[in-house]
T-cell receptor
Framework: EAQVTQNPRYLITVTGKKLTVTCSQN?????MSWYRQDPGLGLRQIYY???????DKGDVPEGYKVSRKEKRNFPLILESPSPNQTSLYFC????????????FGPGTRLTVT | QKEVEQNSGPLSVPEGAIASLNCTYS??????FFWYRQYSGKSPELIMF????GDKEDGRFTAQLNKASQYVSLLIRDSQPSDSATYLC???????????FGTGTKLQVIP
C-alpha cells in the first residue's frame, strides 16, 4: 500500500529534550516536506526537500532541523524543543515537486511542557 | 498581507445546495493551485488541482482559476453532510519550490 508513515503519532516531552520525528514514504517520491498545523494559522511549511541531500527552508524553519540521507526518509529534528513548538505535525511527499499532489502522513501530535 | 487567504467560516449550506469556497493569493508567479479536504483529526487529502485559467470539473467538484484576479475557487454541487470538513487552498510557484496553504474554510452541510 502506497503511504507516508510518521512516528511517533503522539509525543509529550519536556523543554530542551532533543527529539526526532521520523517520516517515511514508499512511493519513490522526490519531494518531501514537513508542516505544522496550529489553530487559526493553518498548515505552515517548515522544511522541504527536493531530493537526497537537497533541502530548503519553508516559512517557519526556526528551531527545526531536517536531513535527507535516503530518498524514502525525511526525519524532523527538534534539538531543543520549546512550548511554542507544541503543534500537530504532518509529513508529506509528492512526485516531481510542489506542483504535484502531496500525500500526507497521519500526523504527529507533539506537546512540549 | 497573507500569501494565501481564505475565509475561515464556518460556511453553512443546506444539503443539496451549492457550496462556494474562495481563495486569493498574493504571488503573481504562482503556477499550481490545489484544494485539499481535511476532516477533523485527519490529514489533508487532495480534492482538485488546477494549473490553467478557467474551470476544471471532477464529479460534483469544480475548481475555477483566474490568474489576473489572483483568485481560485471551489464549487461543490449537491452538497452532502459527508462534505462537512475544512477545505484548504494551497499554492505553489512551480517546480521544487515551497507550497503555501491558506488557513482553511470550515464547511458545514446541514441535513
Amino acid at each position: 500500500e502506497a503511504q507516508v508513515t510518521q512516528n511517533p503519532r503522539y509525543l509529550i516531552t519536556v523543554t530542551g529534550k532533543k527529539l526526532t520525528v521520523t517520516c517515511s514514504q514508499n512511493m519513490n517520491h522526490e519531494y518531501m516536506s514537513w508542516y505544522r498545523q496550529d489553530p487559526g494559522l493553518g498548515l505552515r511549511q517548515i522544511y522541504y526537500s527536493m531530493n537526497v541531500e537537497v533541502t530548503d527552508k519553508g516559512d517557519v524553519p526556526e528551531g527545526y532541523k531536517v536531513s535527507r540521507k535516503e530518498k524514502r526518509n525525511f526525519p524532523l529534528i527538534l534539538e531543543s524543543p520549546s512550548p511554542n513548538q507544541t503543534s500537530l505535525y504532518f509529513c508529506a511527499s509528492s512526485l516531481g515537486g510542489g506542483q504535484n499532489e502531496q500525500y500526507f502522513g497521519p500526523g504527529t501530535r507533539l506537546t512540549v511542557t | 498581507q497573507k500569501e494565501v487567504e481564505q475565509n475561515s467560516g464556518p460556511l453553512s449550506v443546506p444539503e443539496g445546495a451549492i457550496a462556494s469556497l474562495n481563495c486569493t493569493y498574493s504571488d503573481r508567479g504562482s503556477q499550481s493551485f490545489f484544494w485539499y479536504r481535511q476532516y477533523s483529526g485527519k490529514s489533508p487529502e487532495l480534492i482538485m488541482f488546477i494549473y490553467s485559467n478557467g474551470d476544471k470539473e471532477d464529479g460534483r467538484f469544480t475548481a475555477q482559476l483566474n490568474k489576473a484576479s489572483q483568485y481560485v475557487s471551489l464549487l461543490i454541487r449537491d452538497s452532502q453532510p459527508s462534505d462537512s470538513a475544512t477545505y484548504l487552498c494551497a499554492v505553489n510557484a512551480g517546480g521544487y519550490q515551497k507550497v503555501t496553504f491558506g488557513t482553511g474554510t470550515k464547511l458545514q452541510v446541514i441535513p
